[in-house]
């Protein structure tokens, strides 16, 4: 949220009276804090915190001197944080330990799970008081000298997608659904952050004798039995799961999706635009999903793209066409053509947009950096 909120350097303008920024759910990366207070006068609060211990059990206001990892701070009042080895002993100042939390916000447990309750809340070996519990978080973290915390990651499979967590058991989940479909022989899935600070789930798809699934229907097959954030917007069809010499999966040999056609042939080539609105749209969507190309008809949510992105699409659109689009028209036209059409259909002067396109086209297909740049497209 907050890396589209620096991204829209003309809302953000108007934001002349805002005075503290709280963030929290995933890692604040230095290049995000950067842009914050190149674009803010304003503090920058770096929260964390699980759900099992009411929300947030740390702090750190960052500095916009301090280049470099942002730390998670030291824990708010009440709270006792500790980092312990794989045998519950504390760990020295810069060794990485698992992040385990003490104190009265601590949870019961999760309902109706008793062996996972047993496994994640723990007697409190370090509290006098009767009854007290720690919760494992799982989280990978080392004390600064300073005694603060830096977030290094999970010790387990758990990831964060758009801020919502997806656990292993979910992730075999889409697996178990997939290898139910007639058309799949084997499949295994990864989180993948080809971009940094945009995580995303991939399967690898090694499709049985005679078949060639598209990843269009995948996404259907497992959008009836799935939560929507678990179904997964990146699909790579390959002619065999890569291996390592112990016979597991080399998941370092996984190819990137947008590196990869499939196991044999070449996906067809998207359609092009047919003017220049279109054009823009259709470049704005390749730069922000990391794609080669994108035609006029494709889906923009089939091709990995999710409500941040969208955000980030439209809010370049409004600013450089002009063109009154709102995060839900992409919902509502999820095509190069469709979202093309509905700019035209709000444009105040239908004739100003096209000018626009025109020139907003020219620089998105020319080779001049500099010029991409001043357009304030990310990766240009």
Not at 43 to 65: F, H, K, M, Q, S
Not at 216 to 243: H, M, N, Q, S, W
Request: some cysteine.
């Amino acid at each position: 949220m907050l890396q589209a909120f620096v991204e829209a350097p003309a809302e953000a303008a108007r934001c002349g009276s805002l005075h503290t920024v709280i963030c929290s759910g995933e890692a604040l990366l230095p290049d995000l804090q950067r842009r914050f207070f190149a674009a803010f006068d304003a503090r920058l609060l770096n929260l964390y915190g699980p759900c099992e211990a009411a929300i947030d059990v740390t702090a750190w206001e960052c500095d916009r001197e301090a280049p470099g990892q942002v730390p998670i701070g030291s824990p708010v009042l009440t709270t006792q944080v500790h980092v312990l080895d794989a045998h519950g002993g504390p760990v020295p100042i810069g060794v990485p330990g698992e992040l385990v939390i003490g104190g009265h916000q601590v949870g019961v447990g999760y309902t109706g799970r008793p062996a996972l309750t047993a496994e994640r809340f723990v007697p409190d070996p370090f509290s006098a008081e009767p009854g007290a519990r720690l919760y494992r978080t799982g989280d990978v973290c080392r004390w600064r000298p300073d005694g603060r915390l830096d977030y290094l990651g999970r010790t387990d499979h758990q990831v964060k997608i758009r801020g919502v967590r997806v656990e292993l058991e979910e992730i075999s989940a889409v697996l178990a659904v997939l290898a139910a479909l007639p058309q799949v022989r084997e499949a295994v899935a990864t989180c993948r952050e080809d971009t940094p600070g945009d995580k995303r789930l991939v399967v690898y798809v090694v499709p049985a004798e005679g078949h060639r699934p598209d990843p269009a229907e995948l996404r259907v097959e497992l959008g009836r039995v799935l939560p929507a954030y678990t179904v997964p917007g990146d699909y790579v069809l390959l002619d065999a799961i890569p291996l390592n010499t112990n016979g597991k999966t080399d998941r370092a040999a996984l190819p990137a999706p947008a590196a990869h056609a499939g196991p044999s042939g070449e996906r067809p080539l998207p359609e092009p635009p047919r003017d220049d609105v279109e054009a823009v749209v259709a470049l704005v969507w390749a730069d922000v999903l990391d794609v080669d190309r994108v035609g006029v008809h494709d889906d923009f949510f089939d091709l990995g793209g999710h409500s941040l992105l969208a955000a980030r699409a439209v809010m370049f659109l409004r600013e450089h066409l002009g063109a009154e689009l709102r995060v839900n028209s992409l919902f509502l036209a999820p095509t190069p053509a469709r979202l093309a059409a509905e700019a035209a259909a709000v444009a105040a002067d239908p004739g100003a947009l096209r000018e626009a396109a025109a020139a907003v086209r020219a620089v998105l297909e020319t080779t001049d950096a500099q010029a991409a740049d001043e357009l304030h497209l990310l990766g240009t």
